[in-house]
């Protein structure tokens, strides 16, 4: 009878959904840290001006965001579709592998720079900059990512596995806006902001702050449709019903 039915209802085999959920896993996995390490190399080395200006009242909406931001939301989406899927204990033990690559980029760079070789103006002021912001923002990642995994499923618990969207962007919200002010506060004191010496300090790290975590809320709140949407067809894609989450021995 099983051959009688149509492709898309027949039951798939064990082996081939072990299968897609270790590639799911491995995809999830790749993108989170080649963005986590892609963020760290760039880092501060330029800021972007995103300012605008609001038509009716014509305020100007100052946005200085660092370029190391852009990969950034895509690892806290990573991270909530692993929470959703695979649960929390693997969501945590990426966190942690994160925070090894985060210490094997800091050890090429410097390793990398005090090893005999050419001259590169280049790869030193790279080095310079990484170095000395990649302890700030393994410190924020560390404590942002915890606090991410940990609201998601906290709120998870309170709903019962209902409103998908409150744990998903309630979680990242409050976990990068931890993000972006540790980060901020860490990398002022060793001169890595583009700061102006006319103007008040506290106002120029409000702006910095404001900038980063407004640039994280807007990503977040765009990438609700698409978490909806990928939970929905990996749920299906990987035979998992409900709001149940993939054992570590599946």
């Known amino acids: 009878m099983a051959d009688q039915l149509p492709?898309?209802?027949?039951?798939?085999?064990?082996?081939?959904?072990?299968?897609?959920?270790?590639?799911?896993?491995?995809?999830?996995s790749g993108l989170f840290l080649g963005?986590?390490?892609m963020l760290n190399i760039v880092g501060v080395?330029?800021?972007?001006?995103?300012?605008?200006?609001i038509p009716l009242v014509e305020w100007r909406v100052p946005m200085v965001v660092a370029v190391g931001v852009l990969p950034y939301p895509i690892t806290f989406l990573c991270t909530d579709f692993i929470c959703e899927l695979y649960g929390r204990r693997r969501a945590n033990a990426l966190v942690a592998?994160?925070?090894?690559?985060?210490?094997?980029?800091?050890?090429?760079?410097?390793?990398?720079?005090?090893?005999?070789?050419?001259?590169?103006?280049?790869?030193?002021?790279?080095?310079?900059?990484?170095?000395?912001?990649v302890i700030a923002s393994m410190v924020a990642y560390a404590v942002a990512q915890l606090v991410d995994v940990h609201l998601f499923h906290f709120w998870k618990r309170l709903t019962k596995g209902r409103h998908l969207w409150l744990r998903n962007n309630g979680s990242t919200l409050i976990s990068q806006l931890v993000d972006?002010?540790?980060?901020?506060?860490?990398?002022?004191p060793i001169g890595a902001l583009p700061m102006v010496e006319d103007e008040p300090v506290v106002r120029q790290l409000l702006v910095f702050i404001a900038s980063g975590y407004v640039f994280k809320l807007v990503a977040a709140l765009v990438d609700t449709g698409p978490f909806y949407l990928g939970v929905h067809y990996l749920r299906?894609?990987?035979?998992?019903?409900?709001?149940s989450e993939i054992d570590d021995d599946s």
Do not use: C
């Not at 972006?180 to 002022?188: E, F, Q, S, V």
């Open 97 to 133: 592998v994160g925070f090894l690559v985060n210490l094997w980029v800091a050890f090429i760079l410097w390793i990398g720079g005090i090893l005999p070789g050419s001259p590169s103006p280049e790869f030193m002021l790279i080095r310079k900059l990484t170095l000395t912001t």
């Open 45 to 53: 080395a330029r800021f972007l001006d995103l300012s605008f200006t």
């Open 35 to 37: 963005s986590l390490a």
């Open 236 to 243: 299906r894609y990987l035979a998992l019903p409900g709001t």
């Open 7 to 28: 492709h898309a209802e027949r039951p798939v085999p064990p082996r081939v959904i072990r299968r897609r959920r270790q590639n799911v896993f491995l995809v999830l």
């Open 180 to 188: 972006t002010t540790a980060i901020i506060l860490i990398i002022y």
